[in-house]
C-alpha cells in the first residue's frame, strides 16, 4: 500500500470548500419557474430524453468541479510518497553525500595502493551499507566533472564511481563539505550523513572551519593514506636576471627521509643539460640549485627538472618550465678619434663591457647587447629608424655617444628624432668635448648645461668620487645591495661643471654635489649624460668591477627595456583555468597540443589572449596556422598538493563548526527546495489544469 | 396599398387599452382609410348621394365630365350604395387567445370591431359569431348601423375564458349560413390541423370566401424565455417541464410546420391564409378584406 504522507496536513482541511459547488447545485435545481402558456400541444413530446441528458450533463459538470477543488487542495497539502516500494513512515530513505578528494595528492602511493584506489574503496564500501531507496550525491572536490550533481540511487552511484578518475588541482575539502551539506539541507526531511573521504591533506583542511554543519547531520570522515608520507618535489624554478635558472626543491619533511639517495637533473630544450645531487634528504628543509645556463637563440625554450629518489608521490617529481629569450639590444657605438692606442679609446670600454664573452661567443644574460661601432659621419638615418614620423621603427635601440670633438646637424637631428621615437641615448664627455659646439648641436638633446671643464688637483678636492646615487633609479638599481659593489672605489680625475636643465633628473652626484650622471625624457626615448670619459683618460672605473653592471643596467634602462619586456618565464598549475597572452609580433593562436600529443582548436583565431583549463600537468604548445609553435606552456602540479602532510580524522572533526539543528533552520530552505523532492503535486496541478479546460467546455456545451 | 396606410394609426397597445370599442374601430378604419389611396367606395346604386374631388386612384368612369366642363375642376359623383355584401366574423374565444404581450383575444377583439365597422362602412352586412366556448353567441348579418353598435356593444362583453375551441358547437353555426358572403375567421387555431380543415371545408361548401387570421403573440413566435420553465395549458391546466434554451429551436420547428400544414390545407381550400401577430398593425388585415371583398366584386 502507498503510504501517502502530507507536507501541510492542515490544508486539507480545506475540503470543505467541496460544499460550495454542491449547494450551488442543489440551489439552481430548485429554481424552476411556472408559467402559463397558450397551449403545450408543441411541448408535449418535448422528449424526456433531453432532459436526462441534461440532468446527465449537470452531474458530471458537478462532478468536474467537485474533482478539480479537490486536486487543488489536495496539490496544496503537498502530498508525497516516501521513495522506495513498501517504505513506511519509519522507514524514511536516508540521504548521504559523499565528499570526495580527488586532487592531485591522491595519486600518492604511501603504503602499497595509489590513495585514489583506497579512497574508491572506502566510498563503494560505505554505498554498500546503504538500502536500495537510500539516496546519495557525490560531491567532489576540486569540483571539475560533478559542477550540478544528482541524488542517486545505491547502485547508480557506483555506477558513476567506475569512470571517475583523480585530477591534479588543488582539493578544498572546506568547499566540499559546504556544498555536500547545501545538497543535504534541500532535502525536505531533517538528518542525513556527510561522509568525507580522502588523504585529508593539511593544505586541504585550511578552509573546513568556514562552514558551518547543522548538528542534526552526521559527519563521518574515512581517512585514506599513511600518516607520516615522504615526498620529494621540485618546488619552484625561475630564471634570474644574470640568466641564470635557479630551482629550488623540497625534501624530506619527515623521518622516512633518512638516507634516501636523490638526484635532481635538469633537461633544456629536450636534451639532458646537467644534473645535482641531493645532499641532505634527512629532515623538512628546501634547497636551491643554480644552473648556469648557455648562450640562447632568441625566442622560446624549455626547461624541465626532474627529481629521482624514493618517496611516495610520483606525480610532482617533474617540473616544466619555460622561458623567453630576447633579442640583444642593437647598440650604435660611435667611434671617437683619440688615436691609435687601444686604451684611451671609449668604444674598445664600452664594447668590451657590453659584448665581454671572447671570441663573438655571447652571453648568457637576459639582456644581451649587438654592439657596432661607426665613424659619426657615417651614420645614416636609416641605420637609426625606418619609417615616416608616425610609423618610425626602431632599426637601434641604444646609441653610444663618447665625446665628440663635433656633431655634425645631420646627425644631431637624426638623434633627436631617433629619441623621441623611442631611441635611448648615452653621451659621455672628454677632452674633445667644446661645450658651446655641443650645446649649439645637440640643443635639447643635452639635459644639462655644460661649464668649463675641470681638473680635480690632489691637495684641494680631487680627486672625485661618487657620492650619492638615485637607488630607485633604473640605472642603479644593482647596486642597491651595497655587496653588488662599491661605486665610491672609481676616482674621476677631470669632469665639466654641469647644471641640470628644467626637467632633467640628477641621477647620481660627485662628493662635491657636482651632477655625475643625469637623464631626461623625451618624446619616447631618453637621453643620459655622464659626466665624465667613457676611457680610462679621465677615470678609473672601466677598470673597476661595477663598470659592466653598471654599463648593462644603464643601457636597459635607457632603451626601457626593463619594462617593456614582458613576463619572460612561466609556469602554470594543473586544474586551473588562465587567460594568457601570445606575445605580440606573432601569428594569432590556431590549436594546443598537450603533453600526451592530444590537439585542441582553439576558439580564439584572431585575438592574442586565449583562455585555457590546463587538467594535467606536462609541457603544453600553442601553435599558430602554420603549425609553428608560438610558444610553450609549462604546467606543473600545484606546490599544495605536493605537501602530503596530513591531518588525522580527529583534528579535521575538531575543525568543523556545528551549527543548530535543521529542525531550527527548517524556514530557511524555503518552498524553493521542495521542487528537489519527489512530490506529488506536480502531477496534480497538472490534472487539474486538464479538469479545467475539461470543465469550460462541458460548461460551455451545458444548458443551465 | 402601400405603407403609407399604416401612418396614422395609434398604437396597438394603446388601441387595445381603450375600452370604447366603437371608438377604436373607427379610428382604426379611419386611419386606415386615409392611407388608403385606391377609393373603396364603388357601391352600384344609381341614387345620387354627393360629390367629391378627384383622388388618385378613382375609376375615371365616375368623374362627372360636366362639372369639369362647367368648373375645370374634377369632381367624383358618389352614390348611395346597397347592401350587396354578406359578411360573417367568426372570432374565437377559447383561453388560449388569452394569452402573449400584446395580447392576442384584444389583437382580435380589436380586428374583429373595426373589420365589422369598415364592413358597415362598405355597406355591407356584418354578422358576428362568438366560438370557442362551450355556446356560441350569434349576430345575424346585418348592414344598419343599429347594427354596428350591437356587434360591437357584444365584442365588448365577449372574453376568452372558453375550453372548447374548434370543438364548441360551431358547425351548427357554420350550417346555418345560406347566403353566399365573406367569412373571417380569427383564431390562433391552435387545434388539431384536421379540425381547421374540417371548418373550412364546411364554410366551402357553404360557399363563402373565407379569410383566415391566424392570431399569435411574439412569445409564441419567439419562444424567448431563458432557462427552466414548468409551462401550464391554458385551456387544459396540463404542465410540462421545459428547458427553453434547450428547446427552442424544437418549438420553433415543430410551431412553423404546424402553420405551414394549417396554410397547406387552407389554400387547397381556396381560403386566404394569414397570420397576424398581436404586435403588428391590423391594416394589413384590413387590407386583406378589401382585395378579398374587390374579388368578390
Redesign the interface.
Known sequence: MWNLLFTNAAILGGLAVLAVPIVIHLWFRRRKQRIRFSSVRFFKVADAQMLRKRRLSHLFLLMCRLLLLLLIVFAFAQPYLPTGAGATKEELPEYVAFVLDRSGSMRATDGNAMRWTEALGKVREAVGELSPHDRAILVTTPNGADRSPKWRSPTALKKELAGLQPGYGVADLGDGIRRGTKWLLERPQAGGRLVIVGDLQWQSCRKIGRSAVPEDLKVEIRPVGEDDPFNLDVTRAWRNESGHLKTTITTGRNRKGDGVEAEVTLSLDGERYGAHSVADTSSSREETFRWSLPEFDSGWHRAKITIKGQDDFKGDDDYFFAFYQRDPIATLCLKTSSGNERSRQPEFFLKAALSPAKSGAGSPSRYRFRVETKEPGAVSRFELFQGAAQQRVLMTDLVIMPGLGAVGKELAKSLKQFVRAGGGLVLFVNDAVSPVRYQSALGELLPVTLGRQEEASSDSNGPWRIESFDETSRVFSAFRNRENGNLKIPTFKERFAMVSKEGSRVLARFNDDVAFVVSRAMGQGEVVIVNTSASTTWTDWPRHKTFLPWLHYLGRAVTQRATKERQASESYEAGRTYDINVRDGVAAPRAIIGPEGDRRELESKTLKRVRLRFETPGLYRILDGAGKVIRPIPVNIPPEESDLRTLTASEVDNQLVRSKPRAANAGETGLSSLSEKHELWPYLLASGALLLILELVLANRTYA | MTDEKTTDYPAIETLFDVEDLPLVARSVVDGFLSGYHRSPYFGHSSEFASYRPYMKGDDLRRVDWKVWARTDELYVKQFEDETNLYGHILLDCSA??D??SPN?FRFARTLASAMSYLMVRQHDAPGLVLFGRDRCDLLSPRSHQTHLDEVLKLLSRASPDGRAGLDSDIWEVVETIHRRGITVVIS?L?SDVEKVEKLLKQLYFQRQEVLLFQVL?P??RDFN?K??????????G??????A???RK??QQ??RE?CERVAHGANGLGADYNRAYSDAALGDALGEYLERRSLIA
Open positions: 388560449s387567445m394569452f402573449g392576442k390562433d391552435l403573440a412569445e409564441e424565455y432557462g427552466e420553465y414548468l409551462i401550464e395549458d391554458s385551456e387544459t396540463e404542465t410540462v417541464t421545459v428547458h434554451d434547450m428547446f424544437i418549438y415543430r410551431l404546424f
